[in-house]
């Protein structure tokens, strides 16, 4: 191994922790069944939809005092969808416990995401290939992708994959829509008699693939405290300079959870957050003259500066901008189908779309200005949405901001100087250096899948809970996928997807930021968390989110 920084070759030699159950060894497990599940949502038309493997219980595992004998077993893993911290110690967790069941297993990782099984580009692990990625950030162990597995062509491809290489399981690493995937190919696997099981892990830093025994998604712990530490900076340096208001976007497409972790960390002037938007039903003006009201109560105070953190997907939760960017896909869904279409310059897609949208959803999306509009025609993501994350809402909310403090000047309500800075965090966390809890969590998320596997189970989700304990006090188990899913539209149809989990805007952890809000705003109560901390004292390294901590009701330790 060559040009290794000192953490890295430290963080090589890091053992994760795991839950006490586990510890006692792979094959020396009880499995302890719950009663029958159903789906969150729409209960016939997903039984429907997963006739073989729907309503099954949520299951644990205990330490037995007996020893079995694996079988070998041939397991291949994908990783699914955006870099979430941590996805290579799943992959090393599900590696170790494999070979500790039965040292003549075998792990093939698929290369390129969800491409990889349907094409047959593979690696074969081994101890040596592993032991270079244990505790890293990133998906370059293996890469990862996009592609969606629903197809009729796509499962028997990967069928005829799975058995050149005698494969008798598949775990797929990913989010909601990449553990749909898994349980539509676990559903597939089982009507057609393959004997394969398909086994998911729950990662995404957006936070919002969680219940009540999937508590946290994995990659949400690090990327938080990462944005976190650039938030801290910032505010130091607005506090130094004490001339600009930075406004922050955070990743977080469908779900605010970061941006409020991340404002509960540091403690900005402005938090928005999309849910409570979409609750309250403000509109983008009336989000202008809240926000613009702070800035000017600030400058009355002699503070032109200040900190504002925007949610990624916010556009979309505002009601006028939701309705017509639903609006918006689905007849884009149409227009595209036309490759004339595509070869028009801008303006003239403008006045298409302006002419067929509904009246009051046309009225809206002219309003906005040029670069707003060609940011929305911007290519869409794998389920047809409008790729909010490239869609520069902090840059939409300064121009009008600026406008709106002008007018407030001119009617003195305003005395101020307005100065800002457009930041957007996001690739910056997905692949950071794991937190402990996330190294710890993320290995017990594989050794389990692994577990989940040599009981024979299939469409479940890796689960490992009781997460603000010592990990000797985590519970590890799995849970039906179909127990997490609804029926959603997706390019313009009706399709099973596992249920976003959404701030909930009566919970601990939004009551925080609640109680909170006007302190913050007109005060400088700024918090400066600095780097994540993998040595010395517990309470510094090990400690997990405040998220997590409120939501758990513990005593929250440094907040």
């Known amino acids: 191994m060559k040009n290794l920084s000192p953490l890295q070759v430290e963080r090589l030699k890091y ?109 074969e692990f081994d101890d040596k290939f592993i032991d270079e990625y244990r505790n890293t950030g990133g998906f370059d162990i293996i890469g ?102 930075h406004f922050i976007k955070i990743m977080g497409r469908s779900a605010s959870h970061v941006a409020l972790e991340a404002a509960l960390q540091t403690q900005p002037n402005i938090t928005l957050i999309s849910e409570e938007v979409e609750q309250e039903k403000m509109s983008l003006d009336s989000i202008i003259t809240y926000m613009s009201n702070i800035i000017a109560k600030r400058a009355n105070n002699g503070k032109n500066f200040g900190i504002a953190i925007i949610p990624e997907g916010l556009i979309e939760f505002i009601p006028e901008m939701k309705t017509m960017i639903s609006n918006l896909n689905d007849l884009l869904s149409t227009l595209e189908k036309d490759s004339s279409f595509a070869n028009l310059a801008d303006a003239e897609k403008f006045e298409i779309i302006s002419s067929k949208l509904d009246a009051d959803n046309a009225k809206v999306f002219s309003s906005l200005p040029t670069l707003i509009k060609s940011q929305l025609l911007m290519d869409r993501d794998p389920h047809g949405n409008v790729q909010v994350s490239r869609i520069e809402t902090e840059k939409l909310l300064i121009e009008m901001i600026k406008t709106r403090l002008g007018e407030m000047k001119k009617n003195g309500e305003y005395n101020g100087k307005f100065s800002s800075q457009a930041h957007f965090f996001g690739y910056e966390g997905r692949c950071a250096f794991p937190s402990n809890f996330d190294a710890d969590y993320c ?12 009981n024979g189970l299939t469409g479940y989700l890796s689960s490992v809970k009781n997460l603000t304990e010592p990990a000797k006090s985590w519970i590890a188990g799995g849970i039906p996928i179909t127990m997490m899913m609804n029926m959603e539209k997706r390019h313009g149809e009706m399709k099973p997807v596992i249920q976003k989990a959404l701030v909930k805007l009566d919970g601990p952890v939004f009551k925080r930021l609640k109680d909170n809000r006007e302190d913050w705003a007109m005060n400088d109560c700024y918090k400066f968390p600095g780097a994540i901390q993998y040595f010395g004292p517990t309470e510094v390294c090990d400690l997990t989110t405040v998220t997590l901590q409120l939501e758990q009701s513990k005593t929250l330790v440094g907040v």
Do not use: M
Not at 59 to 84: D, P, Y
């Open 15 to 123: 053992q994760p922790k795991l839950p006490a159950s586990l510890l006692n060894g792979i094959n020396s497990l009880n499995l302890i069944e719950g009663s029958a599940t159903e789906s969150v949502r729409d209960q016939e038309q997903i039984k429907e939809l997963f006739k073989n493997t729907y309503g099954k219980p949520v299951v644990t595992f205990e330490a037995a005092s007996t020893k079995s004998t694996s079988e070998i077993r041939n397991v291949g893993v994908i990783l699914s969808g955006g870099q979430a911290p941590g996805g290579h110690n799943v992959i090393a967790g599900l590696y170790d416990a494999l070979k500790l069941a039965n040292p003549q297993n075998k792990l093939y990782g698929f290369l390129g995401g969800p491409s990889g099984i349907i094409e047959g580009q593979y690696v």
């Open 144 to 245: 990862s992708g996009r592609t969606k597995l629903e197809t009729q062509e796509q499962f028997e491809k990967s069928l005829a994959v799975c058995k050149k290489l005698n494969i008798s399981a598949v775990v797929i690493i990913g989010g909601d829509d990449s553990n749909t995937n898994a349980a539509l190919l676990a559903e597939w696997f089982v009507a057609n008699n393959a004997d394969i099981q398909v086994i998911g892990c729950p990662k995404t830093i957006d936070g919002d693939l969680k219940n009540d025994q999937i508590e946290i998604s994995f990659g949400f712990d690090t990327a938080t405290k990462t944005y976190a530490e650039l938030i801290g900076n910032i505010q130091r340096d607005a506090n130094s300079a004490k001339k600009y208001w």
């Open 443 to 454: 290995y017990s998320l594989g050794y389990n899948a692994f577990a989940l596997i040599n």
